[in-house]
Protein backbone atom coordinates (compact mmCIF):
# COMPACT_ATOMS: atom_id res chain seq x y z
CA UNK A 1 0.00 0.00 0.00
CA UNK A 2 0.99 3.56 -0.67
CA UNK A 3 0.52 6.66 1.24
CA UNK A 4 0.68 10.47 1.08
CA UNK A 5 3.67 11.93 2.93
CA UNK A 6 2.87 16.10 2.66
CA UNK A 7 6.80 17.08 3.41
CA UNK A 8 6.71 20.58 4.90
CA UNK A 9 9.43 23.21 5.75
CA UNK A 10 10.46 26.83 6.93
CA UNK A 11 11.09 28.32 3.71
CA UNK A 12 14.12 31.44 3.74
CA UNK A 13 11.33 34.54 2.88
CA UNK A 14 12.74 37.89 4.82
CA UNK A 15 11.87 39.25 6.75
CA UNK A 16 9.00 36.57 8.57
CA UNK A 17 9.73 33.35 7.22
CA UNK A 18 6.53 31.37 5.35
CA UNK A 19 6.11 27.33 5.40
CA UNK A 20 5.89 25.25 2.44
CA UNK A 21 4.84 22.18 1.52
CA UNK A 22 5.03 19.74 -1.33
CA UNK A 23 3.23 16.04 -1.69
CA UNK A 24 5.37 12.65 -1.85
CA UNK A 25 3.92 9.29 -2.42
CA UNK A 26 5.67 6.62 0.05
CA UNK A 27 5.65 2.76 -0.15
CA UNK A 28 4.71 2.09 3.56
CA UNK A 29 7.28 0.04 4.58
CA UNK A 30 9.53 3.11 3.56
CA UNK A 31 11.38 5.11 6.24
CA UNK A 32 11.11 8.71 5.60
CA UNK A 33 13.36 9.77 3.13
CA UNK A 34 15.19 12.46 2.76
CA UNK A 35 13.85 14.62 -0.44
CA UNK A 36 15.07 17.67 -2.15
CA UNK A 37 13.29 20.80 -3.58
CA UNK A 38 14.15 24.41 -5.57
CA UNK A 39 15.86 26.69 -2.67
CA UNK A 40 15.89 29.47 -5.32
CA UNK A 41 11.87 29.63 -5.35
CA UNK A 42 12.00 30.05 -1.17
CA UNK A 43 14.78 32.13 -0.61
CA UNK A 44 17.03 29.74 0.38
CA UNK A 45 19.62 29.13 -2.49
CA UNK A 46 20.59 30.88 -6.46
CA UNK A 47 19.58 30.02 -9.53
CA UNK A 48 22.82 28.16 -10.17
CA UNK A 49 23.17 25.79 -7.11
CA UNK A 50 19.51 25.85 -6.08
CA UNK A 51 19.08 22.27 -4.78
CA UNK A 52 18.64 22.25 -1.09
CA UNK A 53 17.72 19.03 1.27
CA UNK A 54 14.54 18.22 3.68
CA UNK A 55 15.42 15.87 6.30
CA UNK A 56 12.58 14.98 7.98
CA UNK A 57 12.34 15.68 12.24
CA UNK A 58 8.73 15.04 13.47
CA UNK A 59 5.85 13.49 11.44
CA UNK A 60 1.96 12.77 12.73
CA UNK A 61 -1.04 11.49 11.07
CA UNK A 62 -2.37 13.97 8.39
CA UNK A 63 -5.79 14.84 9.56
CA UNK A 64 -7.16 16.52 6.35
CA UNK A 65 -6.61 13.31 3.70
CA UNK A 66 -7.13 11.17 6.74
CA UNK A 67 -6.54 7.22 6.13
CA UNK A 68 -2.12 6.40 6.77
CA UNK A 69 -1.32 9.64 5.58
CA UNK A 70 1.32 11.69 6.85
CA UNK A 71 2.42 15.36 7.59
CA UNK A 72 6.42 15.59 7.99
CA UNK A 73 7.92 18.46 9.19
CA UNK A 74 11.79 18.88 7.86
CA UNK A 75 14.74 20.93 8.44
CA UNK A 76 16.59 22.45 5.59
CA UNK A 77 20.13 21.81 4.86
CA UNK A 78 22.38 22.33 2.06
CA UNK A 79 23.62 19.28 0.16
CA UNK A 80 26.82 18.98 2.08
CA UNK A 81 24.11 17.92 4.88
CA UNK A 82 25.13 20.98 6.85
CA UNK A 83 22.49 22.77 8.15
CA UNK A 84 21.08 26.25 6.01
CA UNK A 85 21.68 29.72 7.60
CA UNK A 86 17.36 29.79 7.52
CA UNK A 87 17.49 26.37 9.84
CA UNK A 88 16.61 27.84 13.37
CA UNK A 89 15.60 24.30 14.95
CA UNK A 90 19.36 23.40 14.46
CA UNK A 91 20.31 26.26 15.99
CA UNK A 92 18.09 25.36 19.22
CA UNK A 93 18.88 21.54 19.22
CA UNK A 94 22.23 22.10 20.71
CA UNK A 95 20.31 24.62 23.70
CA UNK A 96 18.09 22.10 24.35
CA UNK A 97 20.08 19.37 25.04
CA UNK A 98 22.72 21.26 26.93
CA UNK A 99 19.88 22.01 29.65
CA UNK A 100 18.00 19.23 29.28
CA UNK A 101 18.41 17.81 32.85
CA UNK A 102 16.88 21.15 33.81
CA UNK A 103 13.19 19.86 31.98
CA UNK A 104 12.72 23.13 30.47
CA UNK A 105 8.89 22.77 29.23
CA UNK A 106 6.97 25.99 27.32
CA UNK A 107 3.64 26.55 26.32
CA UNK A 108 3.03 29.08 23.61
CA UNK A 109 -0.08 31.37 23.34
CA UNK A 110 -0.72 31.23 19.64
CA UNK A 111 -2.81 35.07 18.71
CA UNK A 112 -3.14 35.11 15.14
CA UNK A 113 -6.64 37.34 12.74
CA UNK A 114 -8.09 35.83 10.50
CA UNK A 115 -9.10 38.17 7.00
CA UNK A 116 -11.53 38.07 3.98
CA UNK A 117 -10.21 40.25 1.77
CA UNK A 118 -8.59 43.58 3.05
CA UNK A 119 -10.64 43.42 6.37
CA UNK A 120 -10.19 40.87 9.56
CA UNK A 121 -13.69 39.28 9.81
CA UNK A 122 -16.66 41.01 11.81
CA UNK A 123 -15.10 44.60 10.69
CA UNK A 124 -18.09 45.92 8.27
CA UNK A 125 -16.84 47.73 4.35
CA UNK A 126 -15.65 51.28 4.65
CA UNK A 127 -15.88 51.27 8.51
CA UNK A 128 -15.21 49.68 11.54
CA UNK A 129 -17.15 47.27 14.21
CA UNK A 130 -18.05 48.42 18.24
CA UNK A 131 -14.90 49.00 19.95
CA UNK A 132 -12.99 46.40 21.96
CA UNK A 133 -14.79 44.92 24.76
CA UNK A 134 -17.37 42.16 24.05
CA UNK A 135 -15.41 40.47 21.71
CA UNK A 136 -12.86 38.49 24.08
CA UNK A 137 -13.85 35.06 24.75
CA UNK A 138 -17.08 36.25 23.21
CA UNK A 139 -20.51 34.19 22.27
CA UNK A 140 -22.99 34.98 19.60
CA UNK A 141 -23.12 36.25 15.84
CA UNK A 142 -22.25 39.96 16.89
CA UNK A 143 -19.19 39.16 18.76
CA UNK A 144 -18.14 35.95 17.22
CA UNK A 145 -16.48 35.67 13.53
CA UNK A 146 -14.57 32.52 11.98
CA UNK A 147 -16.13 30.07 14.77
CA UNK A 148 -16.15 27.24 12.42
CA UNK A 149 -12.63 27.50 10.80
CA UNK A 150 -11.50 27.86 14.09
CA UNK A 151 -13.50 24.23 15.61
CA UNK A 152 -12.17 23.02 12.85
CA UNK A 153 -8.38 23.59 13.14
CA UNK A 154 -9.00 22.39 16.79
CA UNK A 155 -10.34 19.33 15.13
CA UNK A 156 -7.26 18.93 12.83
CA UNK A 157 -4.85 19.79 15.64
CA UNK A 158 -6.00 16.94 18.03
CA UNK A 159 -6.24 14.23 15.44
CA UNK A 160 -2.72 14.76 14.37
CA UNK A 161 -2.12 14.46 18.32
CA UNK A 162 -0.51 17.73 18.65
CA UNK A 163 -0.14 19.03 22.27
CA UNK A 164 -3.12 21.52 21.63
CA UNK A 165 -4.13 22.71 25.14
CA UNK A 166 -6.74 24.91 24.70
CA UNK A 167 -8.52 28.03 22.06
CA UNK A 168 -10.44 31.23 22.70
CA UNK A 169 -11.86 34.26 20.91
CA UNK A 170 -9.30 37.24 21.28
CA UNK A 171 -9.90 41.10 21.72
CA UNK A 172 -10.18 41.90 18.37
CA UNK A 173 -13.44 40.87 16.03
CA UNK A 174 -11.66 37.96 13.79
CA UNK A 175 -8.71 37.36 16.01
CA UNK A 176 -8.16 34.31 17.75
CA UNK A 177 -5.75 32.37 20.12
CA UNK A 178 -4.82 28.47 20.07
CA UNK A 179 -2.62 27.16 22.97
CA UNK A 180 0.01 24.35 22.33
CA UNK A 181 2.29 22.86 25.48
CA UNK A 182 3.04 22.79 28.35
CA UNK A 183 6.36 20.77 26.42
CA UNK A 184 9.68 20.47 25.61
CA UNK A 185 11.55 23.14 23.46
CA UNK A 186 11.93 21.43 20.89
CA UNK A 187 8.54 19.60 20.64
CA UNK A 188 6.15 22.95 21.77
CA UNK A 189 8.07 24.56 18.81
CA UNK A 190 7.79 21.76 16.02
CA UNK A 191 4.31 21.27 17.01
CA UNK A 192 3.53 25.41 16.86
CA UNK A 193 4.93 25.32 13.09
CA UNK A 194 2.50 22.16 12.27
CA UNK A 195 -0.45 23.36 13.85
CA UNK A 196 0.28 26.90 11.90
CA UNK A 197 0.32 24.99 8.70
CA UNK A 198 -3.17 23.67 9.62
CA UNK A 199 -4.22 26.62 10.31
CA UNK A 200 -3.44 28.11 7.03
CA UNK A 201 -4.87 24.93 5.38
CA UNK A 202 -8.10 24.68 7.25
CA UNK A 203 -8.63 28.58 6.41
CA UNK A 204 -7.69 28.24 2.84
CA UNK A 205 -10.87 25.41 2.39
CA UNK A 206 -12.84 28.16 3.87
CA UNK A 207 -11.36 31.14 1.26
CA UNK A 208 -10.08 33.59 4.20
CA UNK A 209 -6.54 34.47 5.16
CA UNK A 210 -4.84 34.08 8.42
CA UNK A 211 -2.21 36.92 9.22
CA UNK A 212 0.50 36.49 11.96
CA UNK A 213 1.14 40.22 11.78
CA UNK A 214 1.86 41.70 15.19
CA UNK A 215 -0.38 44.55 14.49
CA UNK A 216 -2.66 43.65 11.89
CA UNK A 217 -5.51 47.06 12.32
CA UNK A 218 -3.75 50.14 13.30
CA UNK A 219 -5.23 52.37 15.99
CA UNK A 220 -7.01 51.51 19.31
CA UNK A 221 -6.91 47.71 18.64
CA UNK A 222 -4.90 44.91 20.65
CA UNK A 223 -1.85 43.30 18.65
CA UNK A 224 -1.28 39.80 17.88
CA UNK A 225 1.15 38.17 20.60
CA UNK A 226 2.71 34.47 21.46
CA UNK A 227 2.65 35.05 24.73
CA UNK A 228 5.31 32.13 26.00
CA UNK A 229 4.86 30.53 29.32
CA UNK A 230 8.37 28.65 30.58
CA UNK A 231 9.50 27.08 33.52
CA UNK A 232 12.14 24.60 34.64
CA UNK A 233 11.70 21.65 37.10
CA UNK A 234 13.22 23.78 39.80
CA UNK A 235 10.85 26.66 39.01
CA UNK A 236 8.19 24.05 39.09
CA UNK A 237 9.32 23.27 42.77
CA UNK A 238 10.12 26.67 44.31
CA UNK A 239 9.59 30.29 44.05
CA UNK A 240 13.46 31.59 44.34
CA UNK A 241 14.19 30.01 40.96
CA UNK A 242 11.23 31.90 39.21
CA UNK A 243 12.45 35.13 40.13
CA UNK A 244 15.84 34.30 39.04
CA UNK A 245 14.42 33.58 35.89
CA UNK A 246 12.66 37.13 35.92
CA UNK A 247 15.58 38.67 36.92
CA UNK A 248 18.26 37.25 33.89
CA UNK A 249 15.62 38.30 31.41
CA UNK A 250 16.70 41.73 32.21
CA UNK A 251 19.85 41.02 32.90
CA UNK A 252 21.94 43.59 31.16
CA UNK A 253 21.76 43.04 27.29
CA UNK A 254 19.44 40.32 27.30
CA UNK A 255 15.72 42.65 26.69
CA UNK A 256 17.26 43.83 23.33
CA UNK A 257 18.88 40.25 22.40
CA UNK A 258 15.75 38.82 23.04
CA UNK A 259 12.92 41.13 21.54
CA UNK A 260 15.39 41.80 18.46
CA UNK A 261 14.07 37.86 17.94
CA UNK A 262 10.54 37.88 19.18
CA UNK A 263 9.34 38.66 15.39
CA UNK A 264 8.92 41.53 12.96
CA UNK A 265 6.95 44.38 13.85
CA UNK A 266 7.63 43.89 17.68
CA UNK A 267 7.77 48.22 18.19
CA UNK A 268 4.29 48.67 16.81
CA UNK A 269 2.86 46.32 19.03
CA UNK A 270 4.86 46.68 22.23
CA UNK A 271 3.60 50.58 23.09
CA UNK A 272 2.60 50.45 26.63
CA UNK A 273 -0.89 50.48 25.49
CA UNK A 274 -3.32 47.53 24.93
CA UNK A 275 -1.97 45.26 27.47
CA UNK A 276 1.83 45.58 26.51
CA UNK A 277 5.21 47.11 27.59
CA UNK A 278 7.34 49.65 25.90
CA UNK A 279 9.52 47.05 23.37
CA UNK A 280 12.99 48.57 24.87
CA UNK A 281 12.13 48.50 28.64
CA UNK A 282 12.17 45.66 30.66
CA UNK A 283 9.64 44.86 33.57
CA UNK A 284 8.26 41.81 35.25
CA UNK A 285 5.56 41.64 38.05
CA UNK A 286 2.75 39.79 39.63
CA UNK A 287 -0.55 39.69 37.71
CA UNK A 288 0.55 42.39 35.80
CA UNK A 289 -0.22 42.24 31.51
CA UNK A 290 1.42 45.66 31.67
CA UNK A 291 4.94 44.17 32.10
CA UNK A 292 7.17 42.40 30.06
CA UNK A 293 6.66 39.30 31.81
CA UNK A 294 4.21 38.28 34.03
CA UNK A 295 4.23 35.86 37.09
CA UNK A 296 0.46 34.55 37.36
CA UNK A 297 -1.00 35.17 40.85
CA UNK A 298 -1.70 31.55 41.59
CA UNK A 299 1.98 31.42 41.21
CA UNK A 300 3.32 33.42 43.87
CA UNK A 301 0.29 32.02 46.36
CA UNK A 302 1.53 28.48 45.67
CA UNK A 303 5.14 29.69 45.78
CA UNK A 304 5.95 27.62 42.59
CA UNK A 305 4.99 27.24 38.84
CA UNK A 306 6.02 29.26 35.58
CA UNK A 307 6.21 32.94 34.49
CA UNK A 308 5.22 34.35 31.11
CA UNK A 309 7.39 36.42 28.82
CA UNK A 310 4.17 38.55 26.74
CA UNK A 311 7.17 40.16 24.41
CA UNK A 312 6.77 37.93 21.92
CA UNK A 313 4.62 38.46 18.74
CA UNK A 314 2.24 36.52 16.87
CA UNK A 315 4.49 36.26 13.80
CA UNK A 316 7.46 34.47 15.90
CA UNK A 317 9.55 31.91 15.10
CA UNK A 318 8.99 29.19 18.17
CA UNK A 319 12.81 28.12 17.46
CA UNK A 320 14.06 31.48 18.42
CA UNK A 321 11.95 32.35 21.28
CA UNK A 322 12.34 28.77 22.76
CA UNK A 323 16.23 28.95 22.38
CA UNK A 324 16.70 32.40 23.82
CA UNK A 325 14.51 31.67 26.80
CA UNK A 326 16.10 28.16 27.56
CA UNK A 327 19.80 29.52 27.08
CA UNK A 328 19.00 32.73 29.01
CA UNK A 329 16.70 31.57 32.15
CA UNK A 330 18.58 28.03 32.42
CA UNK A 331 21.69 29.77 32.36
CA UNK A 332 21.37 31.69 35.10
CA UNK A 333 19.68 29.05 37.19
CA UNK A 334 22.49 26.72 37.00
CA UNK A 335 24.60 29.80 37.84
CA UNK A 336 22.86 30.27 40.98
CA UNK A 337 21.53 26.76 42.75
CA UNK A 338 24.12 24.82 40.88
CA UNK A 339 27.38 26.41 41.68
Not at 43 to 57: I, K, T
Not at 140 to 160: M, N, P, Q, S, T
Request: proline share 6%.
Amino acid sequence: MSYRAEYIWIDGTTPTARLRSKTRILSDWDKLPLWGFDGSSTGQAEGHASDRVLQPVFSCPDPIRGGDNLLVLCEVLNTDMTPHESNSRARLSPVAGQFAEQEPLFGIEQEYTLFKGARPLGFPEGGYPAPQGGYYCGVGAEEIFGREIVEKHLEHCLAAGLGISGINAEVMPGQWEFQVGPLSPLDVADQLWIARWLLHRTAEQFGVRVSLDAKPVSGDWNGAGAHTNFSTKAMREGYDPIITACEALGAEGKPLEHVSSYGVGIENRLTGLHETAPWDEYSYGVSDRGASVRIPWQVEIDKKGYIEDRRPNANVDPYEVTRLITDTCCAALERAFQA
